[in-house]
């Protein structure tokens, strides 16, 4: 099982590295990613730009991926349009996630649940 952890860290890394930072548009290197957080499938990766040194996090929830091949894919030159068009994340933004994350219970099915969505 600890192997098959390992292997998913380095996939995670090489992936989140074949991204460019929003800010200064440099690439992100593989040694300067970091695993922040994990729990079952889902993983909170960080990494700072060694060009502008902000720091970009990712959410990344993994499932078995034998099941679902067609899910990993790069981005459509739409997707990636429309991510770059996308307003950098504010501090408010920063600030809002931070309140949201420190009350919430880890409930993703309530969360998205339909009764949730009508409040």
């Known amino acids: 099982?600890?192997?098959?952890?390992?292997?998913?860290?380095?996939?995670?890394?090489?992936?989140?590295?074949s991204h460019r930072c929003p800010h200064c548009r440099q690439s992100f290197q593989q040694e300067h990613v970091r695993v922040a957080a994990r729990h079952e499938g889902l993983w909170v990766v960080s990494v700072r730009c060694a060009m502008c040194r902000k720091q970009q996090v990712f959410w990344i929830a993994l499932s078995d991926l034998s099941e679902h091949p067609d899910l990993i894919c790069d981005p459509s030159p739409e997707e990636l349009e429309a991510f770059e068009a996308m307003p950098p994340v504010a501090p408010d933004d920063v600030l809002d996630m931070y309140q949201f994350l420190r009350d919430f219970d880890g409930d993703f099915r309530r969360?998205?649940?339909n009764k949730s969505r009508q409040t």
């Open 1 to 17: 099982m600890a192997d098959f952890s390992a292997r998913q860290e380095r996939l995670l890394k090489q992936q989140v590295a």
């Open 111 to 113: 969360l998205f649940s």
